[in-house]
């Protein structure tokens, strides 16, 4: 059974049509994965920078802190120490220590479905 004629060429404009739906989706189903994954990364990296905060003692606990969630974060992205919020001061016996990290302007896929800040934080009673 042949095709009529005036059906010739259907199938190329129905998939011209349905082309750049398909490529949206995937593309975005992309970006997806890879903005879950670095907020994966800097959920795990503020739990390890907090967890290193909450059991040092002395002057360079924030320090350290911060060094442990760049050190969890290092083979994914590059943190300054701008973007790692480190508190209480000090981390009093029984407080709540908190490390956070925030990412402004992050663009997946090179921004074609434009920036968000993602942040992701950890907390742990201190000395303990």
Known sequence: MSAKPRDRGAAAVEFALVLPLLAVM?????????????QTTIDNAARDGVRVFALT???TAAAD???AT??????????????????PAGCPS????????????????????????????GSMRCNG
């Open 65 to 67: 802190a911060r060094a």
């Open 26 to 38: 995937t593309f975005g189903i992309i970006a997806f994965g890879y903005t879950f994954h670095i």
């Open 70 to 87: 760049r050190a969890a974060a290092a083979p994914t992205l590059t943190l300054t120490d701008a973007q790692i919020a480190v508190g």
């Open 94 to 121: 029984g407080q709540t220590a908190r490390v956070t990290v925030t990412l402004n302007n992050f663009e997946p896929l090179g921004g074609f479905f434009g920036t968000i800040t993602l942040t992701g934080s």
């Open 57 to 59: 003692d002395g002057p």
